[in-house]
């Protein structure tokens, strides 16, 4: 079993709609949690970071981390096409000397 | 702030080759860098970790005698694919760790081996 689970998609969604990821994670260590966009041939965007539990907002995204359940979200709202592109979330532990876990990526396309 | 590069973003050589990709951070510091490899559709596969000053250490299944990997300063980490073969084609991405544990990724690098 994969350490990070993540649904690779794609998940397609019209304009305007809110797009809802998420990953599962087995390793209870893990203390920060990131999402990233990247866009093909591209290198990954760091897009929301958070620090344990809770949740952060940053303008249409949102980024959600429910340890109890070892479940994060990220929240697209109002999508645009240029949303199109696939993230990837990302965690790690205190002590893992910088090692991030990713999961697979989830490939998103927003249809106008 | 936080950006990170990478030269070439891409390149063809021969087999039998060997290819350098340098990865500079530009306006920050990072003691540690890492280098991922990307297949198409899949997610990044880490590499190796480098620390400015001291050998990198390399994933289970990355060979350290063909993936050389020099981290000279804290702005600036070197991969090396030595002898190159067409199985080396990949998409290769570097970065380098911000403050508060998080990374930042350069734009990659399209190696193309024939």
């Known amino acids: 079993q994969k350490e990070v689970e993540q649904d690779p998609g794609p998940l397609s969604v019209p304009e305007g709609a809110i797009v809802s990821l998420n990953c599962t994670y087995s390793n209870s260590a893990f203390q920060y949690f990131m999402w990233y966009r990247q866009y093909s041939r591209k290198g990954p965007e760091l897009l929301m970071y958070?620090?344990?539990?809770g949740n952060k907002e940053d303008g249409r995204f949102t980024a959600q981390v429910d340890k109890s359940s070892k479940y994060i979200s990220l929240f697209i709202r109002d999508s645009q096409p240029s949303d199109s592109a696939t993230y990837l979330c990302a965690m790690k532990a205190t002590d893992s000397w910088g090692k991030f876990q990713f999961g697979a990526g989830t490939q998103v396309v927003v249809t106008p | 702030g936080a950006v990170v590069s990478q030269h070439p973003s891409w390149v063809i050589c021969k087999s039998g080759t060997s290819v350098k990709i340098e990865c500079r951070s530009l306006d920050f510091q990072a003691t540690t860098m890492f280098w991922y490899r990307q297949f198409p559709k899949q997610s990044l596969m880490l590499m190796a970790t480098?620390?400015?000053?001291?050998?990198?250490?390399?994933e289970q299944g990355v060979e350290k005698d063909k993936f050389l990997i020099n981290h000279a300063s804290l702005t600036l980490s070197t991969l090396t694919v030595t002898s190159a073969h067409p199985e080396d084609s990949s998409f290769y991405i570097c970065?380098?760790?911000?403050?508060?544990?998080?990374?930042?990724f350069g734009p990659g690098t399209r190696l193309t081996v024939l």
């Open positions: 970065s380098a760790n911000g403050g508060a544990d998080t990374q930042y």
């Open positions: 958070t620090y344990s539990s």
């Open positions: 480098s620390n400015e000053g001291s050998k990198a250490t390399y």
